[in-house]
């Protein structure tokens, strides 16, 4: 099946700093999304992408979706405490919609020092 | 925004009990709902996939009959996991999709489960 390798595992990084995390796979993905996790909630959706090139910004983050359309990036400047969490990249299974089905990446899990 | 509400956040039971889980949508019509679960720092796995008034569609090694899957409503969801055990403990969210054309479904806030 479809699998996402998000990269790195883990952020540990002092207040201020720019963070920037990637999403790769051998397979085409037509959607691309990020999704924020705080402790014991569920997935906030960051940002969705849905054409190749794009980038889009909210706030403090940037993601974009991969030319290849096999990868993806979401970058967070200026981090704060409360960017603390898990960020997930999460794609629709093949020949699926953003609405359908998705495959998750492993996720990356990010801490701040203040 | 899209609002999922999941309850209860929290349960602790004994083991052998059967726990239901509600999943709503509060501000639109769900035609598909989610069901996933989720160790600790691990990503989301799958268990099943729920439209309205048909049966889920349960993932590969998730045992229907132990996780009952209800989706009466284009705006509730429930999962039940039958008899529990210590091995069922886990946090369980679920998200909710329109089904409307790059409209992403959206999540509850999870219900942690504990079994003793």
């Known amino acids: 099946g479809q699998q996402l390798n998000q990269n790195p595992q883990s952020m540990f990084i002092q207040e201020g700093e720019d963070v920037s995390m990637n999403c790769t796979s051998s397979s085409i993905f037509n959607t691309w999304l990020w999704y924020k996790q705080d402790p014991g909630e569920g997935p906030v959706l960051l940002i969705a992408?849905?054409?190749?090139?794009e980038l889009t910004s909210n706030g403090r983050l940037t993601a974009q979706f991969g030319i290849t359309r096999k990868d993806s990036f979401l970058n967070i400047s200026a981090s704060i405490p409360s960017d603390v969490g898990i960020y997930f990249c999460?794609?629709?299974?093949?020949?699926?919609?953003?609405?359908?089905?998705?495959?998750f990446g492993q996720g990356t899990i990010l801490t701040v020092h203040p | 925004g899209a609002v999922v509400s999941q309850h209860p956040s929290r349960v602790i039971c004994k083991s052998g009990t059967s726990v239901k889980i509600e999943c709503r949508s509060l501000?639109?019509?769900?035609?598909?709902m989610f069901w996933y679960r989720q160790f600790p720092k691990q990503s989301l796995m799958l268990m099943a996939t729920s439209n309205e008034g048909s049966k889920a569609t349960y993932e590969q090694g998730v045992e229907k009959d132990k996780f009952l899957i209800n989706h009466a409503s284009l705006t509730l969801s429930t999962l039940t996991v039958t008899s529990a055990h210590p091995e069922d403990s886990s946090f369980y969210i679920c998200s909710a999709s329109s089904g409307q054309y790059n409209q992403p479904q959206h999540f509850g806030d999870g219900t942690r489960l504990s079994i003793l």
């Open positions: 999460a794609g629709p299974n093949a020949g699926g919609t953003s609405y359908g089905k998705l495959t």
């Open positions: 501000d639109f019509q769900a035609t598909t």
């Open positions: 992408l849905y054409k190749a090139g």
